[in-house]
């Protein structure tokens, strides 16, 4: 399925700040809603990350392409994640984030540099892990963050972390 581009809702939409609800990973319309993410991602530049509810739906469901970034070291190429599920988290560091949802502003932001993520493949429901570190681990995770209603800006520090965008690198 080839998808379709989505609109990508912005702060302070309510669903930005719910949390998602698990879904079924065979049910057509999470396949259909997963392959619009993949597609949304292809069309939007230098994004590399989007969850379900950034184009307003409430489901546990991201798409990621940490390749598409020249900062990233690991990649699981284009994929859909349902359910997902951080399992292991380790060597934390200090990095900067931007986000579609909150245009305008990067700020510095704490996240694990290798993690394990869980989750199933839209379609078939098929259990995947997948083991990821730098760039793409800071990506996975702050898609996570979106499932729990989660802005990068509810992780930074203070004012001071916040800086004003002078690029579109999306994490």
């Known amino acids: 399925m080839s998808g379709v581009p989505r609109d990508v809702l912005g702060a302070p939409h309510p669903v930005l700040s719910a949390s998602a609800e698990p879904v079924d990973p ?6 259909s809603a997963a392959a619009d993410l993949l597609a949304t991602l292809r069309e939007a530049g230098m ?4 969850a379900a509810p950034q184009v307003g739906l409430s489901w546990r469901l991201i798409a990621f392409d940490a390749g598409r970034h020249p900062r990233s070291r690991s990649s699981a190429g284009a994929l859909a994640l349902v359910n997902p599920r951080l399992a292991e988290a380790s060597h934390w560091r200090v990095g900067r984030e931007g986000c579609l ?32 570190d730098a760039f ?16 990068f800006l509810d992780r930074v520090s203070g004012a001071r972390a916040l800086h004003h965008r002078s690029h579109s690198c999306y994490a």
Not at 26 to 31: A, E, R
Not at 113 to 129: N, Y
């Open 26 to 31: 065979t049910d057509p319309f999470v396949v």
């Open 47 to 50: 994004l590399t990350g989007l």
């Open 101 to 132: 949802s909150v245009r305008g502003l990067f700020a510095e932001v704490p996240r694990a540099a290798q993690i394990t993520v869980c989750g199933q493949l839209p379609g078939s429901g098929e259990p995947v892990t997948i083991e990821a």
């Open 136 to 151: 793409e681990a800071r990506c996975i995770q702050h898609q996570l963050d979106h499932l729990d209603g989660v802005l």
